[in-house]
C-alpha cells in the first residue's frame, strides 16, 4: 500500500458544478497537506496548503483535512472550464522531510 | 522572473547517448529535485539535493546521476539512455523548511529511441 492514495480519475463534471477530490494517507506523522495544479503539458504548481486538521479557504476552492480519519479533500466551488487539470495532492512532516505525492486525478469540466 | 529553469524543453535522442538535462533556479532555495512524471504511475523522485555539496538518491535512481557544484544549478544526467526513460522530467526547488512547498520547473520531455 502507498503512503499516499489518491483516485486517477478521469472525473468529468458539467460546468458550476462542485467538486469533491481527495486522498488517503497512512502516516500519522503528515502535519502538512498540500494541493497542487498541473495543467497539461505544464509543471504541477502550489494551490493551498493546510497545517494539521482543519478547513482553508481561498476563493471557489476549499482545502478539508481529517487527521482521525487519514483523509484530505479538495472541494470546488462553481468549477469552470479553466479548473480542467491533474490535482496533485502532497504530504508533509515538514522541514527538510520531502513531500510525499499522490498520483494525480484528472478533472474535466466541461461547458 | 523568479523560477525554475529547466532545458532542453524536448528532446529526442538514440539509446545509449549521453544526456544531461539541465536545471537552473533563481530563488536561492536549499534543497533541489528531479522526478519523472510517468502516465499512471505519477511523480517519482529521482535524486535530490538538501544544499550545495550534498546528494542523495530518491525512488528511482538507477540510471541518472545528478551533482550540486553551487546552489543555483542542479543538472541531471543519463549515462547511457534507454528506452524505458522515456519520460517528462521535472526539476523543483524548495526551502527545506516549513511547509517545504515545492516550486517545480516546466518540464523536459525526453524519448529515448
Known sequence: QKEVEQDPGPLSVPEGAIVSLNCTYSNSAFQYFMWYRQYSRKGPELLMYTYSSGNKEDGRFTAQVDKSSKYISLFIRDSQPSDSATYLCAMSKGGSYIPTFGRGTSLIVHP | ?113
Request: one cysteine or more.
Open chain 2, 1 to 113: 522572473i523568479a523560477g525554475i529553469t529547466q532545458a532542453p524543453t524536448s528532446q529526442i535522442l538514440a539509446a545509449g547517448r549521453r544526456m544531461t538535462l539541465r536545471c537552473t533556479q533563481d530563488m536561492r532555495h536549499n534543497a533541489m529535485y528531479w522526478y519523472r512524471q510517468d502516465l499512471g504511475l505519477g511523480l517519482r523522485l529521482i535524486h535530490y539535493s538538501n544544499t550545495a555539496g550534498t546528494t542523495g538518491k530518491g525512488e528511482v535512481p538507477d540510471g541518472y546521476s545528478v551533482s550540486r557544484a553551487n546552489t543555483d544549478d542542479f543538472p541531471l544526467t543519463l549515462a547511457s539512455a534507454v528506452p524505458s526513460q522515456t519520460s517528462v522530467y521535472f526539476c523543483a526547488s524548495s526551502t527545506d523548511s516549513g511547509a517545504n512547498v515545492l516550486t517545480f520547473g516546466a518540464g523536459s520531455r525526453l524519448t529515448v529511441l
